[in-house]
């Protein structure tokens, strides 16, 4: 057997307090990687959160030009180590290295990280408010302690417990972190940690500022949510396992932001159809379905069709497109596993199968592209178990009778990352439009017009979130710079405090004269004026 990889604790790689080890898989070849990496014990746990919590008072006095530093050191690092990085990450999760992997996710990390710097250099994110009368300022800033990040296994950079969006955002806001490695994808975690504790030298942060473990069992990870000295955590993955981590937090009184299940409906009103065409319209869904196997969180899962020719037209060109696609590989054995036992659960809520439902198909672990049918009727009498997702290249069309079945059908949605609407581009749809669209409206993040939902641009605009079970908390975006940096940040208040001991962004004088302050009541950029 392979050495066991060191985890990174307090600045040091050192053996882990083991309770175990595990072996990541190469999805493709169905077998070991060759690496070896440990579980980390309770042990390692109270080490982690103990340097990270000195960290994180070390980072209460650093300005945030040494933060921004490190994001943006940091990005280079990982440029300049691409092709080790994506080799890996290849490896580790069958994805392709190109253009996935080092055209698309690399890049977008970086410039993750660089939009993370340009927040934190700017400050506005913070909401400096100031009234001269009163002598009250207020600012949000870091927590305190250290943020704990559980990445997913579907984005081994994008998403990375140590280069992702609740990474670049908790380290933006000041917090230090401490990455749990998503066990699918534990060596691009280690490349990546590397890279991340070296830049934190480069700048000077202090040494366990970016901290890493691999994996915990179950009881260990609800004693670290929850442990006294952590600030918060950031999840993304199963609903199953975020909950019994909510609990924990929960119970601890520690905020937890967790992302962890979405169908994300699409909605095709006949005017579109009629418009477009059949072809082009499922050829835009089938692309972005069976994108990346199915296995991204906007993944469209369900759509709702009004019954009619156009309907009908729909669903057998999207079941031939899915007939004839190739099959691609699954994450792990476990998503395989996963997502034949979801399309079973399907099947037995009264689901028809038009293509697919079984194992296989594709290099390595791997289920045929999958469709399936109800009735509007069905999904009204069981709409939980019709909303199970099933992670991957699977998606469930139901047929409603008329818009006012439609209409049914939407107010039972659960909470749902995105939810999109295709209608006529000449408003021949507009009346039945503006009938489902406020309902729509509440149950997603993010409301998209004639566009498939796959795509997360990393905008200051974008929410990705939305309501139970797509997150814990329908108030925060997990992308989206400046605002992710708000799920990291505790809301400081200052009464009366002497000027000079104030936070540079709450004194008079604006300390950088770019930004944006609330200074009695207005918007500002200017310098308050205390009378």
């Not at 939407?410 to 995105?418: H, K, M, S, W």
């Not at 079970?469 to 605002?483: E, I, R, S």
């Amino acid at each position: 057997m392979s050495d066991v990889q060191p985890v990174l604790i307090d600045g040091e790689w050192r053996a882990a307090h083991t309770e175990g080890t595990f072996e990541p898989h190469n999805p493709t070849a169905q077998s070991p990687t060759g690496e070896v990496y440990p579980v980390s014990s309770l042990n390692d746990v109270e080490a982690v959160v103990r340097a990270g919590s000195v960290a994180a008072e070390e980072m209460a006095g650093l300005a945030p030009t040494v933060i921004a530093s490190f994001l943006e050191r940091y990005a280079e690092r990982i440029e300049a180590r691409a092709d080790e990085l994506v080799e890996i990450a290849h490896t580790e999760s069958g994805l392709p290295a190109s253009p996935r992997l080092k055209d698309i996710e690399l890049p977008r990390t970086a410039d993750q990280l660089r939009q993370a710097a340009a927040a934190t250099r700017a400050g506005s994110w913070a909401v400096p408010t100031i009234d001269t009368q009163s002598g009250i300022r207020s600012m949000y800033a870091a927590m305190g302690g250290p943020v704990v990040v559980f990445g997913p296994n579907n984005f081994p950079f994008a998403f990375n417990s140590l280069a992702g969006g609740d990474f670049a955002s908790a380290i933006a806001a000041g917090n230090p972190v401490i990455g749990k490695a998503n066990s699918s994808h534990p060596g691009t975690t280690r490349l990546l940690g590397e890279e991340a504790f070296a830049a934190s030298q480069d700048v000077g942060l202090p040494r366990a500022a970016v901290q890493l473990i691999y994996r915990t069992d179950h009881q260990v990870g609800e004693q670290l949510v929850s442990h006294p000295l952590v600030a918060a955590t950031g999840y993304t993955g199963s609903r199953s396992a975020g909950l019994a981590l909510k609990r924990a937090a929960d119970g601890a009184g520690k905020p937890i932001y967790l992302e962890l299940s979405s169908i994300n409906p699409v909605v095709v009103l006949p005017g579109a159809i009629a418009e477009r065409g059949a072809e082009e319209l499922m050829d835009e869904f089938v692309t972005s379905c069976l994108m990346g196997t199915g296995q991204f969180c906007t993944n469209p899962g369900l759509v709702l069709l009004l019954k009619g020719e156009g309907a009908e037209e729909s669903i057998a060109v999207a079941r031939e497109k899915f007939d004839g696609a190739p099959v691609g590989t699954m994450l792990t054995a476990s998503v395989q596993q996963n997502m034949e036992r979801s399309v079973n659960h399907l099947r037995a809520a009264g689901a028809e199968l038009l293509v697919g439902g079984t194992a296989g198909g594709g290099e390595g672990y791997s289920f045929h592209n999958t469709l399936l049918r109800v009735s509007g009727t069905q999904f009204i009498k069981a709409p939980e178990k019709l909303q199970e997702e099933a992670f991957g290249n699977e998606s469930l069309f139901v047929v409603a009778d008329d818009i006012d079945q439609a209409l049914e059908v939407a107010r039972r949605f659960e909470g749902n990352l995105t939810g999109c609407i295709y209608s006529h581009s000449g408003g021949d749809d507009d009346a039945l439009y503006n009938r489902i669209a406020p309902i729509l409206r509440r149950k997603v993040g993010r409301l998209l017009n004639d566009k498939m939902p796959t795509g997360v641009a990393v905008s200051s605009a974008m929410n990705h979130g939305g309501p139970y079970p797509a997150t814990g908390h329908p108030g925060f975006t997990a992308v989206g710079l400046p605002a992710s940096l708000l799920r990291f940040g505790m809301l400081q208040c200052f009464d009366n405090v002497r000027p000079h001991r104030l936070p540079p962004a709450l004194r008079d004088q604006n300390p950088t004269g770019e930004m944006w302050r609330l200074v009695d009541k207005q918007w500002t950029q200017a310098d308050a004026t205390t009378g």
